[in-house]
């Protein structure tokens, strides 16, 4: 990739702003935990795996920058700060999966110190950062197979490198394939309200040359009945333990048009979006975002005074719309609640269950 979508700096978290793009390329300086946090909030950095690592990060830099000498005074005010990331985005289950990687090296303060705990913290958070790069490319590695040559292959909102810590799950896959001397064709959906797929997708699929068209998000069904598509590959927020999966608004309806014209539905995401701990998709929290985003373009109303707007960031697709979730372990099909429990059993990690 020729740009990071997060790096740390020691002093600092470097991000790119993602809210500029693809105008302006433009690097914000997180300084501190609250700019970190401000800046998952303000979507200035987004989706799920990068939120994830943003948390760990803004966490560790808050660690590396207290005051505090005395591990209950340190732990009081790193909680703090754990607490203030958990805020700031409901529905990715990576940010939550990431602060509580940070909480449970913190509850140890009083084992190993406080100056030890700090060092300890900024390893932990540079730990997910580079597991995050490296369970990707085995996304990519999982998922390049499904690609045939002269696919056309649809993607919703962006699930690539500004996604993740680096190279992405659902464009992970292509990059995969592409690596792998595979020619198809992107579908990109503009991706309403944000455009995340129109100004994010759209820009990393052009500087990776990879041949792309990005289309408004209503026209997906009439190119699917005209068989010019014939995989759909997105990313996830978060996935419940019988395979419902909440991802950006506008997936749900791709679903169900894939289903009735026979088209594979693949989720790509790695194990840290999965959420055991929840039933079904219907307990996923969904974030609702302000109605100007809908209402409004970029600071514009394309929309009668007095009129109502709703404005939900995710949608949950049922699992049996779903055809394979490609994670870093391999391809999990139906029956999803056997399997997806096989890999942690195997794993015995943490199941993280965060309520948003
Ligand atoms: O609101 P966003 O832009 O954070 O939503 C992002 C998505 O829905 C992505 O598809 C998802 O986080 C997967 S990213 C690898």
Redesign the pocket.
């Known amino acids: 990739m020729k740009f990071k979508t997060i790096e740390w700096k020691g002093d600092a978290i470097r991000i790119l702003d993602q809210r500029r793009l693809p105008g302006v390329i433009r690097y914000l300086d997180c300084k501190d935990a609250s700019s970190m946090a401000k800046a998952i909030r303000n979507?200035a950095i987004?989706?799920?795996?990068a939120i994830g690592v943003a948390a760990a990060m803004g966490i560790a830099l808050a660690a590396k920058k207290a005051r505090d000498s005395k591990p209950q005074a340190f732990l009081t005010a790193i909680e703090k700060v754990c607490h203030e990331m958990s805020q700031t985005r409901p529905t990715?289950v990576n940010l939550f999966w990431a602060v509580d990687r940070m909480r449970r090296i913190l509850a140890q303060v009083g084992a190993y110190g406080v100056e030890q705990t700090r060092v300890r913290l900024v390893e932990e958070a540079l730990l997910i950062y580079k597991e995050d790069m490296e369970v990707n490319r085995k996304i990519g590695k999982h998922g390049k197979r499904l690609i045939k040559n002269g696919d056309g292959i649809l993607t919703h909102?962006?699930?690539g490198a500004l996604?993740?810590a680096g190279y992405?799950?659902a464009l992970g896959v292509m990059y995969a394939a592409r690596d792998g001397g595979k020619r198809f064709h992107v579908f990109v959906d503009e991706t309403r309200p944000?455009l995340?797929g129109c100004r994010l997708t759209a820009w990393e699929l052009v500087q990776e040359k990879i041949p792309a068209t990005v289309i408004t998000d209503n026209m997906a069904g009439v190119l699917m009945s005209q068989k010019k598509i014939n995989l759909v590959i997105?990313?996830?927020?978060r996935i419940a333990r019988n395979g419902d999966t909440a991802?950006?608004i506008g997936t749900y309806s791709l679903a169900v048009l894939a289903k009735w014209h026979n088209i594979p539905f693949y989720v790509a995401a790695p194990t840290s979006t999965l959420d055991l701990s929840l039933a079904s998709g219907q307990d996923i929290p969904i974030e609702q975002r302000d109605v100007r985003e809908v209402t409004h373009f970029r600071g514009c109303s394309i929309a009668p005074e007095g009129v109502q707007g709703f404005n939900p960031?995710?949608d949950v697709t049922l699992h049996s719309l779903i055809e394979g979730i490609i994670t870093e372990k391999g391809i999990i099909r139906e029956p999803f609640e056997k399997n997806l429990k096989k890999i942690f059993k195997k794993e015995k990690r943490l199941i993280v269950g965060a309520g948003g």
């Open positions: 979507m987004r989706g799920a795996p990715a909102c962006n699930a996604a993740t992405g799950t944000m995340q997105v990313g996830a927020d991802n950006k960031a995710f």
